[in-house]
């Protein structure tokens, strides 16, 4: 696990800028730091040592010279791939995973990607054909951004290698922040940067002859609806999936340094936690964050199954004020703007592994995704039953059971909860049925969206322009898998996996590995029939029947809490941090021009007042708040530079 | 006195709600809902104004849309419920 920067085209000084980009995400790399030049081409590495840990420093060239590799993750088949290779007469200088991929390139071209397990992103120089390959794993783990600035194409692992490239300038996306205050993230190719890229997952991407040129290499598919599945014995079902998860586990925990675990309490993790146990001869530490507030805490599962699987556990707790004194650096991490606070605590908790002297750590990350755990899948469940019979006054109680943590929603009336979620006015055949209520209810935050902002986005709509990019084949999807997809696709890798996931880990030198992002349990989980992962309003059931045995009754059984954290609260109050108020001044609000800023301080008034206020308004207090320090730390705006 | 009520209404709403952004016409008959000013524990923001400023006590059953969710419904449900005002 590492990062890389690199430059293809006719440059001066290249060396020199590839230092300086490096040096830009030394965090990704503290071990060691390795430069290549050749003519019009640069690659820069940070390392992370991982894997072969004396001789695989990059970048790396293979026994003619003529092929060079910069790459960050980590391939898991490896050894089996390279026994392959030998098998076929290859010759190995290193035990590392990159030389491999320089073997499987040599010998397979582009295609090397589809038999590459893992989580990886990378540039391979090619000289021979001088082209520069540049590809990211298939559910977008780990990060791969590029621009264009005067004829030379240029690529990192993190925005702020590419802000180090002379002309190349940060300056905000209107359009990223309308989905990010819609959707939650922007849509890849699009970043927070209006001119900066990033390659989407499962993609490739080949620079030649002064061309770009992208196309994917693996997609996410589901069954037909009406189609027979395969799968027509539950348990047999439950048996592969335990034997994919385990095997997903078991090359995920090969490294030449010890591997940890995140517990979270929930499920997932509680299942990556048992299955890693017995494959951790030394003992397994793992590492959780606890809550002062007991909406947000689960530290008493933690400890239970800590007690239970015999770890090693560490906490950090999250107190009041500590998510308020991390944030501007978390914000740093994300390079975008966020509407909830929870990579925060994670930054935290990235920070104990550290201490405790690991690098890698398995985590639960993925299996609401794949086996259907989010309590949107449930949310769309109900609202179709509802719309089967509008006006219904008994089948609207479902939405209270779907959400026993929302005190507000408790006390509402069948007809307001039917009301909330759209359940008789959106129209079920909408591809985005599932979703709507979410970005409705987000999108209301651009209320605080300033005239100028307004302005300059005229017409358009996030919620369109994620339409435009489904496949054909969505629509023959069952609804259910029409909502995996779009959390899949979409969410996953531009929210969950960077902003809470590779940004918060990487921050400080830790790599997450998630078994249930394995692709082959991906593929598994999406051909299984909906009723075997969303039974009834029972989320993950195969996954339960696949792992009961490994988890104590308490835990198997929980139905999920999501990974929540306190959001506005967390600035207000006493001792609220100095640069909130700064930030969200009327004149520092003013200066960035993004928001109303007479708007804004009522926002902001509103939230010291009742500090338990609304989804809208916590998440357009976060947005705000996180837009304005994303602009101070990377553009440098804000009410002093205006006044300047 | 209808008038009285929807504009206390109104002003609750846009400075509550719309945080004094006039900039889009709210009309009394558009729906808070479906306009995305008032989410779930808006209703019970509102509801509380509508006791406080009123002196009437909302029974469970009165938290419906039918006599909440513009400001014209909520102006004629509190008009209903404050006879002694009139």
Request: aromatic share 10%; charged share 25%.
């Amino acid at each position: 696990m590492c990062g890389f920067v690199g430059y293809f085209g006719t440059a001066r000084d290249g060396r020199t800028l590839l230092e300086r980009m490096t040096a830009a995400i030394a965090h990704r790399g503290p071990d060691e730091q390795g430069v290549f030049t050749a003519p019009e081409v640069g690659l820069g590495h940070a390392r992370l040592s991982i894997v072969g840990l004396g001789d695989g420093q990059q970048p790396m060239s293979d026994a003619t010279g003529e092929l060079t590799i910069a790459f960050n993750g980590e391939i898991f088949n490896y050894v089996e791939l390279r026994e392959q290779l030998r098998a076929r007469g290859r010759r190995f200088r290193t035990g590392s995973d990159t030389e491999v991929i320089l073997h499987l390139y040599d010998e397979m071209g582009d295609d090397c990607l589809s038999v590459l397990n893992g989580d990886f992103a990378f540039a391979l120089w090619d000289a021979r054909r001088r082209r520069m390959l540049l590809a990211r794993d298939r559910m977008g783990v780990r990060p791969l951004f590029y621009t264009q600035r005067d004829g030379r194409f240029y690529f990192a692992s993190e925005v702020k290698a590419l802000l180090q490239v002379p002309g190349v300038t940060a300056e905000i996306d209107p359009v990223a922040l309308d989905q990010i205050f819609t959707l939650w993230a922007p849509i890849a190719p699009r970043t927070a940067f209006r001119d900066i890229s990033e390659l989407e997952p499962a993609s490739l991407m080949i620079v030649q002859d002064g061309s770009v040129s992208t196309r994917p290499y693996w997609s996410l598919d589901y069954p037909d609806r009406d189609a027979p599945s395969r799968h027509t014995d539950e348990r047999e079902a439950a048996e592969e999936l335990r034997a994919l998860l385990t095997e997903a586990t078991r090359i995920r925990m090969r490294a030449d340094v010890p591997v940890g675990a995140y517990l979270s309490g929930g499920l997932d993790s509680s299942i990556t936690s048992a299955l890693a146990v017995g494959m951790a001869p030394a003992g397994l530490k793992t590492f959780s964050v606890t809550f002062d507030s007991a909406e947000h805490d689960e530290s008493a599962f933690q400890l239970e199954m800590a007690r239970a699987l015999g770890t090693e556990h560490r906490a950090v707790a999250c107190r009041e004020g500590d998510i308020a004194a991390v944030f501007p650096d978390v914000i740093r991490f994300t390079e975008r703007p966020i509407i909830r606070t929870a990579p925060a605590p994670l930054f935290k908790l990235s920070g104990l592994v550290r201490e405790a002297g690991l690098k890698v750590v398995l985590t639960g990350e993925g299996a609401d995704e794949v086996f259907a755990g989010y309590d949107i899948f449930k949310e769309n469940r109900v609202r179709r039953f509802c719309a089967r019979q509008p006006g219904s006054r008994i089948r609207p109680h479902l939405f209270r059971k779907l959400y026993p943590y929302l005190p507000g929603l408790q006390q509402q009336s069948a007809e307001y909860l039917a009301s909330f979620f759209g359940a008789n006015g959106h129209a079920t055949d909408d591809p985005l049925y599932s979703h709507r209520p979410r970005f409705d209810g987000t999108a209301a935050t651009k209320l605080f969206f300033s005239g100028d902002l307004r302005g300059k986005l005229a017409n358009y709509d996030a919620a369109e322009e994620l339409a435009s990019r489904l496949p054909a084949a969505f629509a023959r999807w069952h609804p259910l898998h029409q909502a995996q997809y779009l959390e899949a696709r979409f969410l996953l890798p531009g929210y969950i996996l960077s902003s809470q996931g590779d940004r918060m880990a990487m921050a400080h030198g830790i790599e997450g590995r998630f078994p249930f992002l394995d692709h082959q349990l991906v593929e598994f989980a999406a051909s299984l029939p909906p009723e075997m992962k969303l039974k009834g309003l029972v989320e993950k059931h195969i996954l339960r029947e696949a792992t009961g045995d490994m988890l104590p009754p308490v835990i198997g059984k929980r139905t999920k809490q999501p990974y929540r954290a306190p959001d506005s609260a967390s600035f207000v109050g006493a001792g609220a941090a100095d640069y909130v108020e700064a930030a969200l001044s009327e004149a520092a609000v003013g200066a960035t021009g993004l928001f109303n800023p007479k708007a804004v301080a009522k926002l902001h008034e509103k939230c010291r007042a009742r500090p338990a206020t609304g989804f809208r308004d916590n998440a357009a207090f976060v947005g705000i708040l996180s837009t304005q320090l994303w602009l101070k730390t990377f553009t440098g705006i804000d009410s002093r530079s205006q006044a300047a | 006195m209808t008038d009285t009520i929807r504009d206390a209404v109104k002003g609750f709403v846009v400075e509550n709600f719309l945080f004094g952004d006039t900039s889009q016409a709210l009309a009394d008959t558009d729906s808070l809902i479906e306009n995305g000013i008032i989410d779930s524990t808006g209703i019970l923001e509102l509801v509380a104004f509508i006791e406080d400023r009123y002196g009437i006590a909302v029974a469970d059953a009165d938290i419906v849309p039918a006599n909440l969710d513009s400001l014209a419904r909520i102006t004629a449900f509190v008009a209903s419920k404050t006879p002694a005002t009139a």
